[in-house]
């Protein structure tokens, strides 16, 4: 069974990077057949598709418009995890931050991490 | 980007009411649409894939059909615990999007 656990901190000053990772057990970040999401939840914008970033024979990223330039996701084989860093952040990126494992076979979100609420204040 | 809709944005119903819960996508997305359910302070949990393929453990009083652009979520006999919000979402094409969310709360 394929679990997610999400670390980092849940308040980030303005203008700072905000930065999360997510821990994967029973499954490989190197995976062929799986692609390793974030998604955030916010009252204003609802459920919104991040970025995600996957693994075949190279590793490749794609980002939401919404956030591209702003947003690096990276893999890390060593500890099987992937991470999020959002630069220059503001008070409208406040939200529930989640990874999510996705599976090409399967095309949906399973599992989902815990989330973790992020505040954007000084 | 594939917009997605649900209507209605939230509707009341008792204990064992039929209810159903609309999505609706800007393109034709064939069935490439999932169904969560989300209680507060929890992640969304699947229970619909492929438009109408019930998630393994999820109960049978769920059900989904539909395809192209227009898709439909139905609790037959709603129960106690169905209380939460449900969101469609398309796994159609890149950026993945979800819809707006349906709350489902007691009457």
Redesign the interface.
């Given at each position: 069974q394929v679990q997610l656990q999400q670390s980092g901190p849940g308040l980030v000053k303005p203008s700072q990077t905000l930065s999360l990772t997510c821990a994967i057990s029973g499954d490989s970040v190197s995976s062929n057949s799986a692609d390793w999401n974030w998604i955030r939840q916010s009252p204003s914008r609802g459920l919104e598709w991040l970025g995600r970033t996957y693994y075949r024979s190279k590793w490749y990223n794609d980002y939401a418009v919404s956030v591209k330039g702003r947003i690096i996701l990276n893999a890390d084989t060593s500890n099987n995890q992937f991470s999020l860093q959002l630069k220059s952040v503001t008070p409208e990126d406040a939200a529930v931050y989640y990874c999510a494992g996705y599976s090409t076979s399967a095309r949906w979100f399973d599992p989902w991490g815990q989330g973790t609420l992020v505040t954007v204040s000084s | 980007?594939i917009q997605m809709t649900q209507s209605p944005s939230s509707l009341s119903a008792s204990v064992g009411d039929r209810v159903t819960i609309t999505c609706r996508a800007s393109q034709s997305i064939s069935n490439?649409l999932?169904w969560?359910q989300q209680k507060p302070g929890?992640?969304?949990k699947?229970l619909i894939?492929?438009a109408s393929s019930l998630?393994s453990g999820v109960p049978s009083r769920f059900s989904g059909s539909g395809s192209g652009t227009d898709f439909t979520l139905t609790i037959s006999s709603l129960q106690r615990e169905d209380f939460a919000t449900y969101?469609c979402?398309q796994?159609y094409s890149?950026?993945?999007?979800?819809?707006?969310?349906t709350k489902v709360d007691i009457k």
């Amino acid at each position: 069974q394929v679990q997610l656990q999400q670390s980092g901190p849940g308040l980030v000053k303005p203008s700072q990077t905000l930065s999360l990772t997510c821990a994967i057990s029973g499954d490989s970040v190197s995976s062929n057949s799986a692609d390793w999401n974030w998604i955030r939840q916010s009252p204003s914008r609802g459920l919104e598709w991040l970025g995600r970033t996957y693994y075949r024979s190279k590793w490749y990223n794609d980002y939401a418009v919404s956030v591209k330039g702003r947003i690096i996701l990276n893999a890390d084989t060593s500890n099987n995890q992937f991470s999020l860093q959002l630069k220059s952040v503001t008070p409208e990126d406040a939200a529930v931050y989640y990874c999510a494992g996705y599976s090409t076979s399967a095309r949906w979100f399973d599992p989902w991490g815990q989330g973790t609420l992020v505040t954007v204040s000084s | 980007d594939i917009q997605m809709t649900q209507s209605p944005s939230s509707l009341s119903a008792s204990v064992g009411d039929r209810v159903t819960i609309t999505c609706r996508a800007s393109q034709s997305i064939s069935n490439s649409l999932n169904w969560y359910q989300q209680k507060p302070g929890k992640a969304p949990k699947l229970l619909i894939y492929g438009a109408s393929s019930l998630q393994s453990g999820v109960p049978s009083r769920f059900s989904g059909s539909g395809s192209g652009t227009d898709f439909t979520l139905t609790i037959s006999s709603l129960q106690r615990e169905d209380f939460a919000t449900y969101y469609c979402q398309q796994s159609y094409s890149i950026p993945f999007t979800f819809g707006p969310g349906t709350k489902v709360d007691i009457k």
